[in-house]
C-alpha cells in the first residue's frame, strides 16, 4: 500500500485530516521527520494562521528542502489552506515594511489580503467552481459547496495554475494544480460528503502511481 504523510509543519490542526482520511480508508502517518516525508508515496501539506511564521517554521525544522524534493519527484501532493499559500511565492502578511515573506515558490504568484471592502476572514461555506475537470474533483458537481475560512488569497501568475474559482467580492483561486501538484483553499475536511468525496479522489490518485 502506497505511504501517505501528513506534514507536521508545527500550523495546523492534523487530527481532523487524519480522522478525514481514516473515513474514506486511507491510512497515513503525520510526521514533521525529513527522511520519513521523503520516502513517502504521496504527502497532504496542511497549514492554518501566518504565513511568515508558518515558512519559517518550514526552514526552522529543515522541512522546505524535503517538500520540494517531495514536489520535484512528481510526489501526488495536496497543499491545504495556508499549505496551499505556502505553495505560492510570496505574501503580503509580512511584518517587514520593506518586502513580502518568501514561500516555496512551487506556484510562481502572490498571497494578498482580500481588500479593506470585504469583511475578513472570509469564513463559511462557498461554491468552488472547476475551470477544467481534473481527478481530484472527480464525481463532485460543478459549484459544490466547501468550508473555509481565511484572510488571504492566492493569486498564481498563470491562469493555467487555476484549477477552481470563489467568488467572495471577486472571484479568486481556491484551487491550484502544477503538475502533480494540488492546493486548495479551503478544508476538505471540514466540508461534510463532498469534502470526503475530495480526499477519497486524492487517494485513487495515489493508488494509480
Known amino acids: 500500500m502506497p505511504s501517505l504523510v501528513i506534514v507536521d509543519s508545527g500550523s495546523a490542526n492534523l487530527n481532523s485530516i487524519y480522522k478525514a482520511l481514516q473515513i474514506v480508508s486511507l491510512q497515513s502517518v503525520i510526521s514533521d521527520n525529513p527522511p520519513v ?21 518550514l526552514e526552522r525544522k529543515g522541512l522546505s528542502e524535503v517538500l520540494l524534493e517531495v514536489i520535484a519527484a512528481g510526489k501526488p501532493f495536496l497543499g491545504i489552506c495556508l499549505g496551499m499559500q505556502l505553495l505560492f511565492s510570496s ?10 515573506s518568501s514561500g516555496l515558490n512551487v506556484v510562481h504568484g502572490l498571497v494578498k489580503r482580500f481588500p479593506c471592502n470585504l469583511h475578513v476572514p472570509h469564513v463559511g461555506w462557498n461554491q468552488v467552481n472547476l475551470c477544467f475537470d ?9 459549484g459544490a459547496y466547501f468550508y473555509f475560512t481565511h484572510s488571504y488569497y492566492a493569486q498564481p501568475d498563470l491562469e493555467s495554475h487555476t484549477l477552481a474559482l470563489t467568488e467572495y467580492g471577486f472571484p479568486f483561486t481556491s484551487a491550484t494544480v502544477v503538475n502533480s501538484l494540488c492546493g486548495v483553499q479551503f478544508h476538505p475536511e471540514k466540508s461534510g460528503p463532498a469534502g470526503l468525496r475530495l480526499l477519497s479522489n486524492f487517494g485513487k490518485i495515489i493508488a494509480d502511481l
Open 91 to 100: 505574501s503580503t502578511e509580512s511584518s517587514s515594511l520593506t518586502g513580502n
Open 37 to 57: 516525508i521523503a520516502s513517502a508515496d504521496a504527502v497532504i501539506f496542511p497549514g492554518v494562521g501566518s504565513f511568515e511564521y508558518a515558512a519559517a517554521l
Open 134 to 142: 481534473h481527478p481530484l474533483f472527480d464525481g463532485l458537481s460543478d
